[in-house]
């Protein structure tokens, strides 16, 4: 459905104001709220990563008040049952006839945005239980599928310490979500706001300015930004860059066991076009991509146990990638 240009600009216009609703309870973390407002715009899934204490729980809630979408919190345990996250079927009985039959209860899983808070504390059992609905928006549950109301996103949260007692995604997940941000410890001029902002008898309060409608006009919309073959050539070249056997990268080759698949491409395009749609533009230019790479790739790179040995992380082999390949000549 093609959207006129006075609808266009009406939906660019809330993306600040929705910034702005989020920056009402978050102080700083900018880079990370962008991600998280990039990949919902790309109808993708979001992994965020990052030491306790660092508001990754109330951003996922500060993002799902100021937009009018239903709201669920997962909190993943040991003990976590699938049926806990998708449902159940309960007897019931029919007071008019005294027939007993059997109802789909829904889990918590049936709602818009879903925060499943500590994914890595639930067994691998559970942790799959995600894989159809992130994949298919769908929910399969004793031979009967059901659909998930769009738009529908999961935003995943796990502390890269306290690995006692985890259970690390496997890499065929890690691939179903779309970005794996990074959360990063404030500065210190945030972190005194943070303090000033917290500990006293004021109250942010949030306001929804974007409905279920705008969210899939506006993930409809990214699909129309403009990328120009070149880019996408280049996109095409870091990607399988990735690869030991495709790549001329000796840094590549010394520390990477399993590159990134065709669906890291996909995801670099889709989340480049959303991220100049959140600037403003309506094509991609080199910027996004090389903006985009880090959290596109980080969770697509197997790494060997001798890069784990000496530390290297992927984030590292995307950089050096991003400085050996050539970028294109245009556009920017």
């Given at each position: 459905?093609?959207?006129?240009?006075?609808?266009?600009h009406t939906l660019l216009?809330?993306?600040?104001?929705?910034?702005t609703?989020?920056q009402?309870?978050i102080?700083?973390q900018?880079?990370?709220i962008?991600?998280?407002l990039?990949?919902?715009?790309?109808?993708?899934?979001?992994?965020l990563e990052?030491v306790p204490?660092?508001?990754?729980?109330?951003m996922?809630?500060s993002?799902?008040s100021?937009v009018?979408l239903?709201?669920?919190?997962?909190?993943?345990?040991?003990d976590?049952?699938p049926t806990d996250?998708?449902?159940t079927?309960i007897?019931?009985e029919?007071?008019?006839?005294?027939k007993?039959f059997?109802?789909?209860n829904?889990?918590?899983?049936?709602?818009h945005?879903?925060?499943?808070d500590?994914i890595?504390?639930?067994?691998?059992?559970t942790?799959s239980?995600l894989?159809?609905?992130m994949?298919?928006?769908s929910v399969?549950?004793a031979g009967?599928?059901?659909?998930?109301?769009r738009p529908?996103?999961?935003l995943?949260t796990?502390?890269?310490?306290e690995q006692?007692?985890t259970y690390p995604l496997p890499?065929?997940?890690l691939d179903?979500f779309l970005l794996y941000i990074k959360v990063a410890y404030?500065?210190?001029?945030e972190?005194?706001?943070?303090?000033s902002n917290?500990?006293?008898?004021k109250?942010?309060?949030i306001?929804?300015?974007?409905t279920a409608?705008?969210?899939?006009?506006l993930?409809?919309l990214?699909?129309q930004?403009?990328?120009?073959?070149d880019?996408?050539?280049y996109?095409?070249?870091?990607?399988?860059a990735t690869?030991?056997?495709d790549?001329t990268?000796a840094?590549?080759?010394e520390?990477?066991r399993w590159?990134?698949g065709?669906?890291?491409?996909?995801?670099?395009?889709?989340?480049?076009k959303?991220?100049?749609?959140?600037?403003?533009?309506?094509?991609?230019?080199?910027?996004?991509i090389?903006?985009?790479?880090?959290?596109v790739l980080?969770?697509?790179i197997?790494l060997?146990?001798?890069?784990?040995?000496?530390?290297i992380?992927?984030?590292?082999?995307?950089?050096?990638?991003?400085?050996?390949?050539?970028?294109?000549?245009?556009?920017?």
């Amino acid at each position: 459905m093609e959207q006129t240009e006075q609808t266009i600009h009406t939906l660019l216009q809330k993306l600040p104001l929705l910034r702005t609703e989020i920056q009402k309870v978050i102080v700083g973390q900018s880079q990370t709220i962008d991600q998280l407002l990039i990949a919902f715009m790309a109808g993708g899934h979001c992994l965020l990563e990052g030491v306790p204490g660092l508001a990754k729980t109330l951003m996922v809630r500060s993002l799902a008040s100021a937009v009018d979408l239903s709201f669920q919190r997962i909190q993943f345990t040991p003990d976590l049952m699938p049926t806990d996250i998708i449902g159940t079927e309960i007897l019931e009985e029919d007071h008019a006839t005294g027939k007993r039959f059997f109802k789909f209860n829904k889990g918590p899983l049936f709602a818009h945005i879903v925060l499943a808070d500590e994914i890595n504390r639930t067994p691998p059992k559970t942790q799959s239980a995600l894989l159809e609905a992130m994949q298919e928006f769908s929910v399969t549950y004793a031979g009967q599928t059901f659909s998930l109301e769009r738009p529908f996103f999961i935003l995943a949260t796990q502390n890269p310490i306290e690995q006692a007692g985890t259970y690390p995604l496997p890499e065929a997940q890690l691939d179903r979500f779309l970005l794996y941000i990074k959360v990063a410890y404030p500065s210190e001029q945030e972190e005194f706001e943070v303090l000033s902002n917290t500990t006293g008898t004021k109250k942010a309060q949030i306001q929804p300015v974007i409905t279920a409608s705008d969210m899939l006009s506006l993930q409809e919309l990214v699909r129309q930004v403009s990328i120009s073959e070149d880019l996408i050539r280049y996109v095409t070249r870091l990607v399988r860059a990735t690869r030991p056997a495709d790549t001329t990268s000796a840094y590549v080759k010394e520390w990477v066991r399993w590159g990134a698949g065709p669906r890291a491409g996909q995801a670099l395009i889709l989340t480049s076009k959303a991220r100049a749609l959140l600037y403003n533009r309506y094509a991609v230019i080199t910027e996004d991509i090389q903006t985009m790479a880090l959290p596109v790739l980080r969770h697509r790179i197997l790494l060997n146990f001798k890069a784990e040995a000496e530390n290297i992380t992927a984030d590292q082999v995307t950089a050096d990638l991003l400085k050996t390949i050539e970028r294109p000549k245009s556009p920017l």
